[in-house]
């Protein structure tokens, strides 16, 4: 019903760039809201980023300043542009869509920074 696919992650240095998609499909799911956890082994989930359906965004104070999520409403495609990439940025990345309660998850793309 709800398919998010992942793409972008990768390798970089420290101080590089990296611009993270997800391609949505929901069929008739009304989605609230789209965004990014992140993933780092051995510890929790956490929020990135996030855009609601009116464009309003949030980002973790880890971000800020650095990432930028935005979306194409006619390609249901949402971006996370990642710049001035840190090594502590290494995690697996993961897009969710949320429809109420419920979060629809993507696979996850890695991305690691190295310094």
């Known amino acids: 019903q709800v398919q998010l696919v992942e793409s972008g992650g990768g390798l970089v240095q420290a101080g590089g760039s990296l611009r993270l998609s997800c391609a949505a499909s929901w069929g008739t799911v009304t989605i609230t809201a789209m965004g990014w956890y992140r993933q780092a082994p051995g510890k929790q989930r956490e929020l990135v980023a996030s855009?609601?359906?009116?464009?309003?965004?949030n980002y973790a104070d880890s971000v800020k300043g650095r990432f930028t999520i935005s979306r194409d409403n006619g390609a249901n495609t949402v971006y996370l542009q990642m710049n001035s990439l840190k090594p502590e940025d290494t995690a697996d990345y993961y897009c969710?869509?949320?429809?109420?309660?419920?979060?629809?998850w993507g696979q996850g793309t890695q991305v690691t920074v190295s310094s």
């Open positions: 855009i609601s359906s009116g464009d309003a965004t």
């Open positions: 969710y869509a949320q429809s109420g309660w419920i979060n629809y």
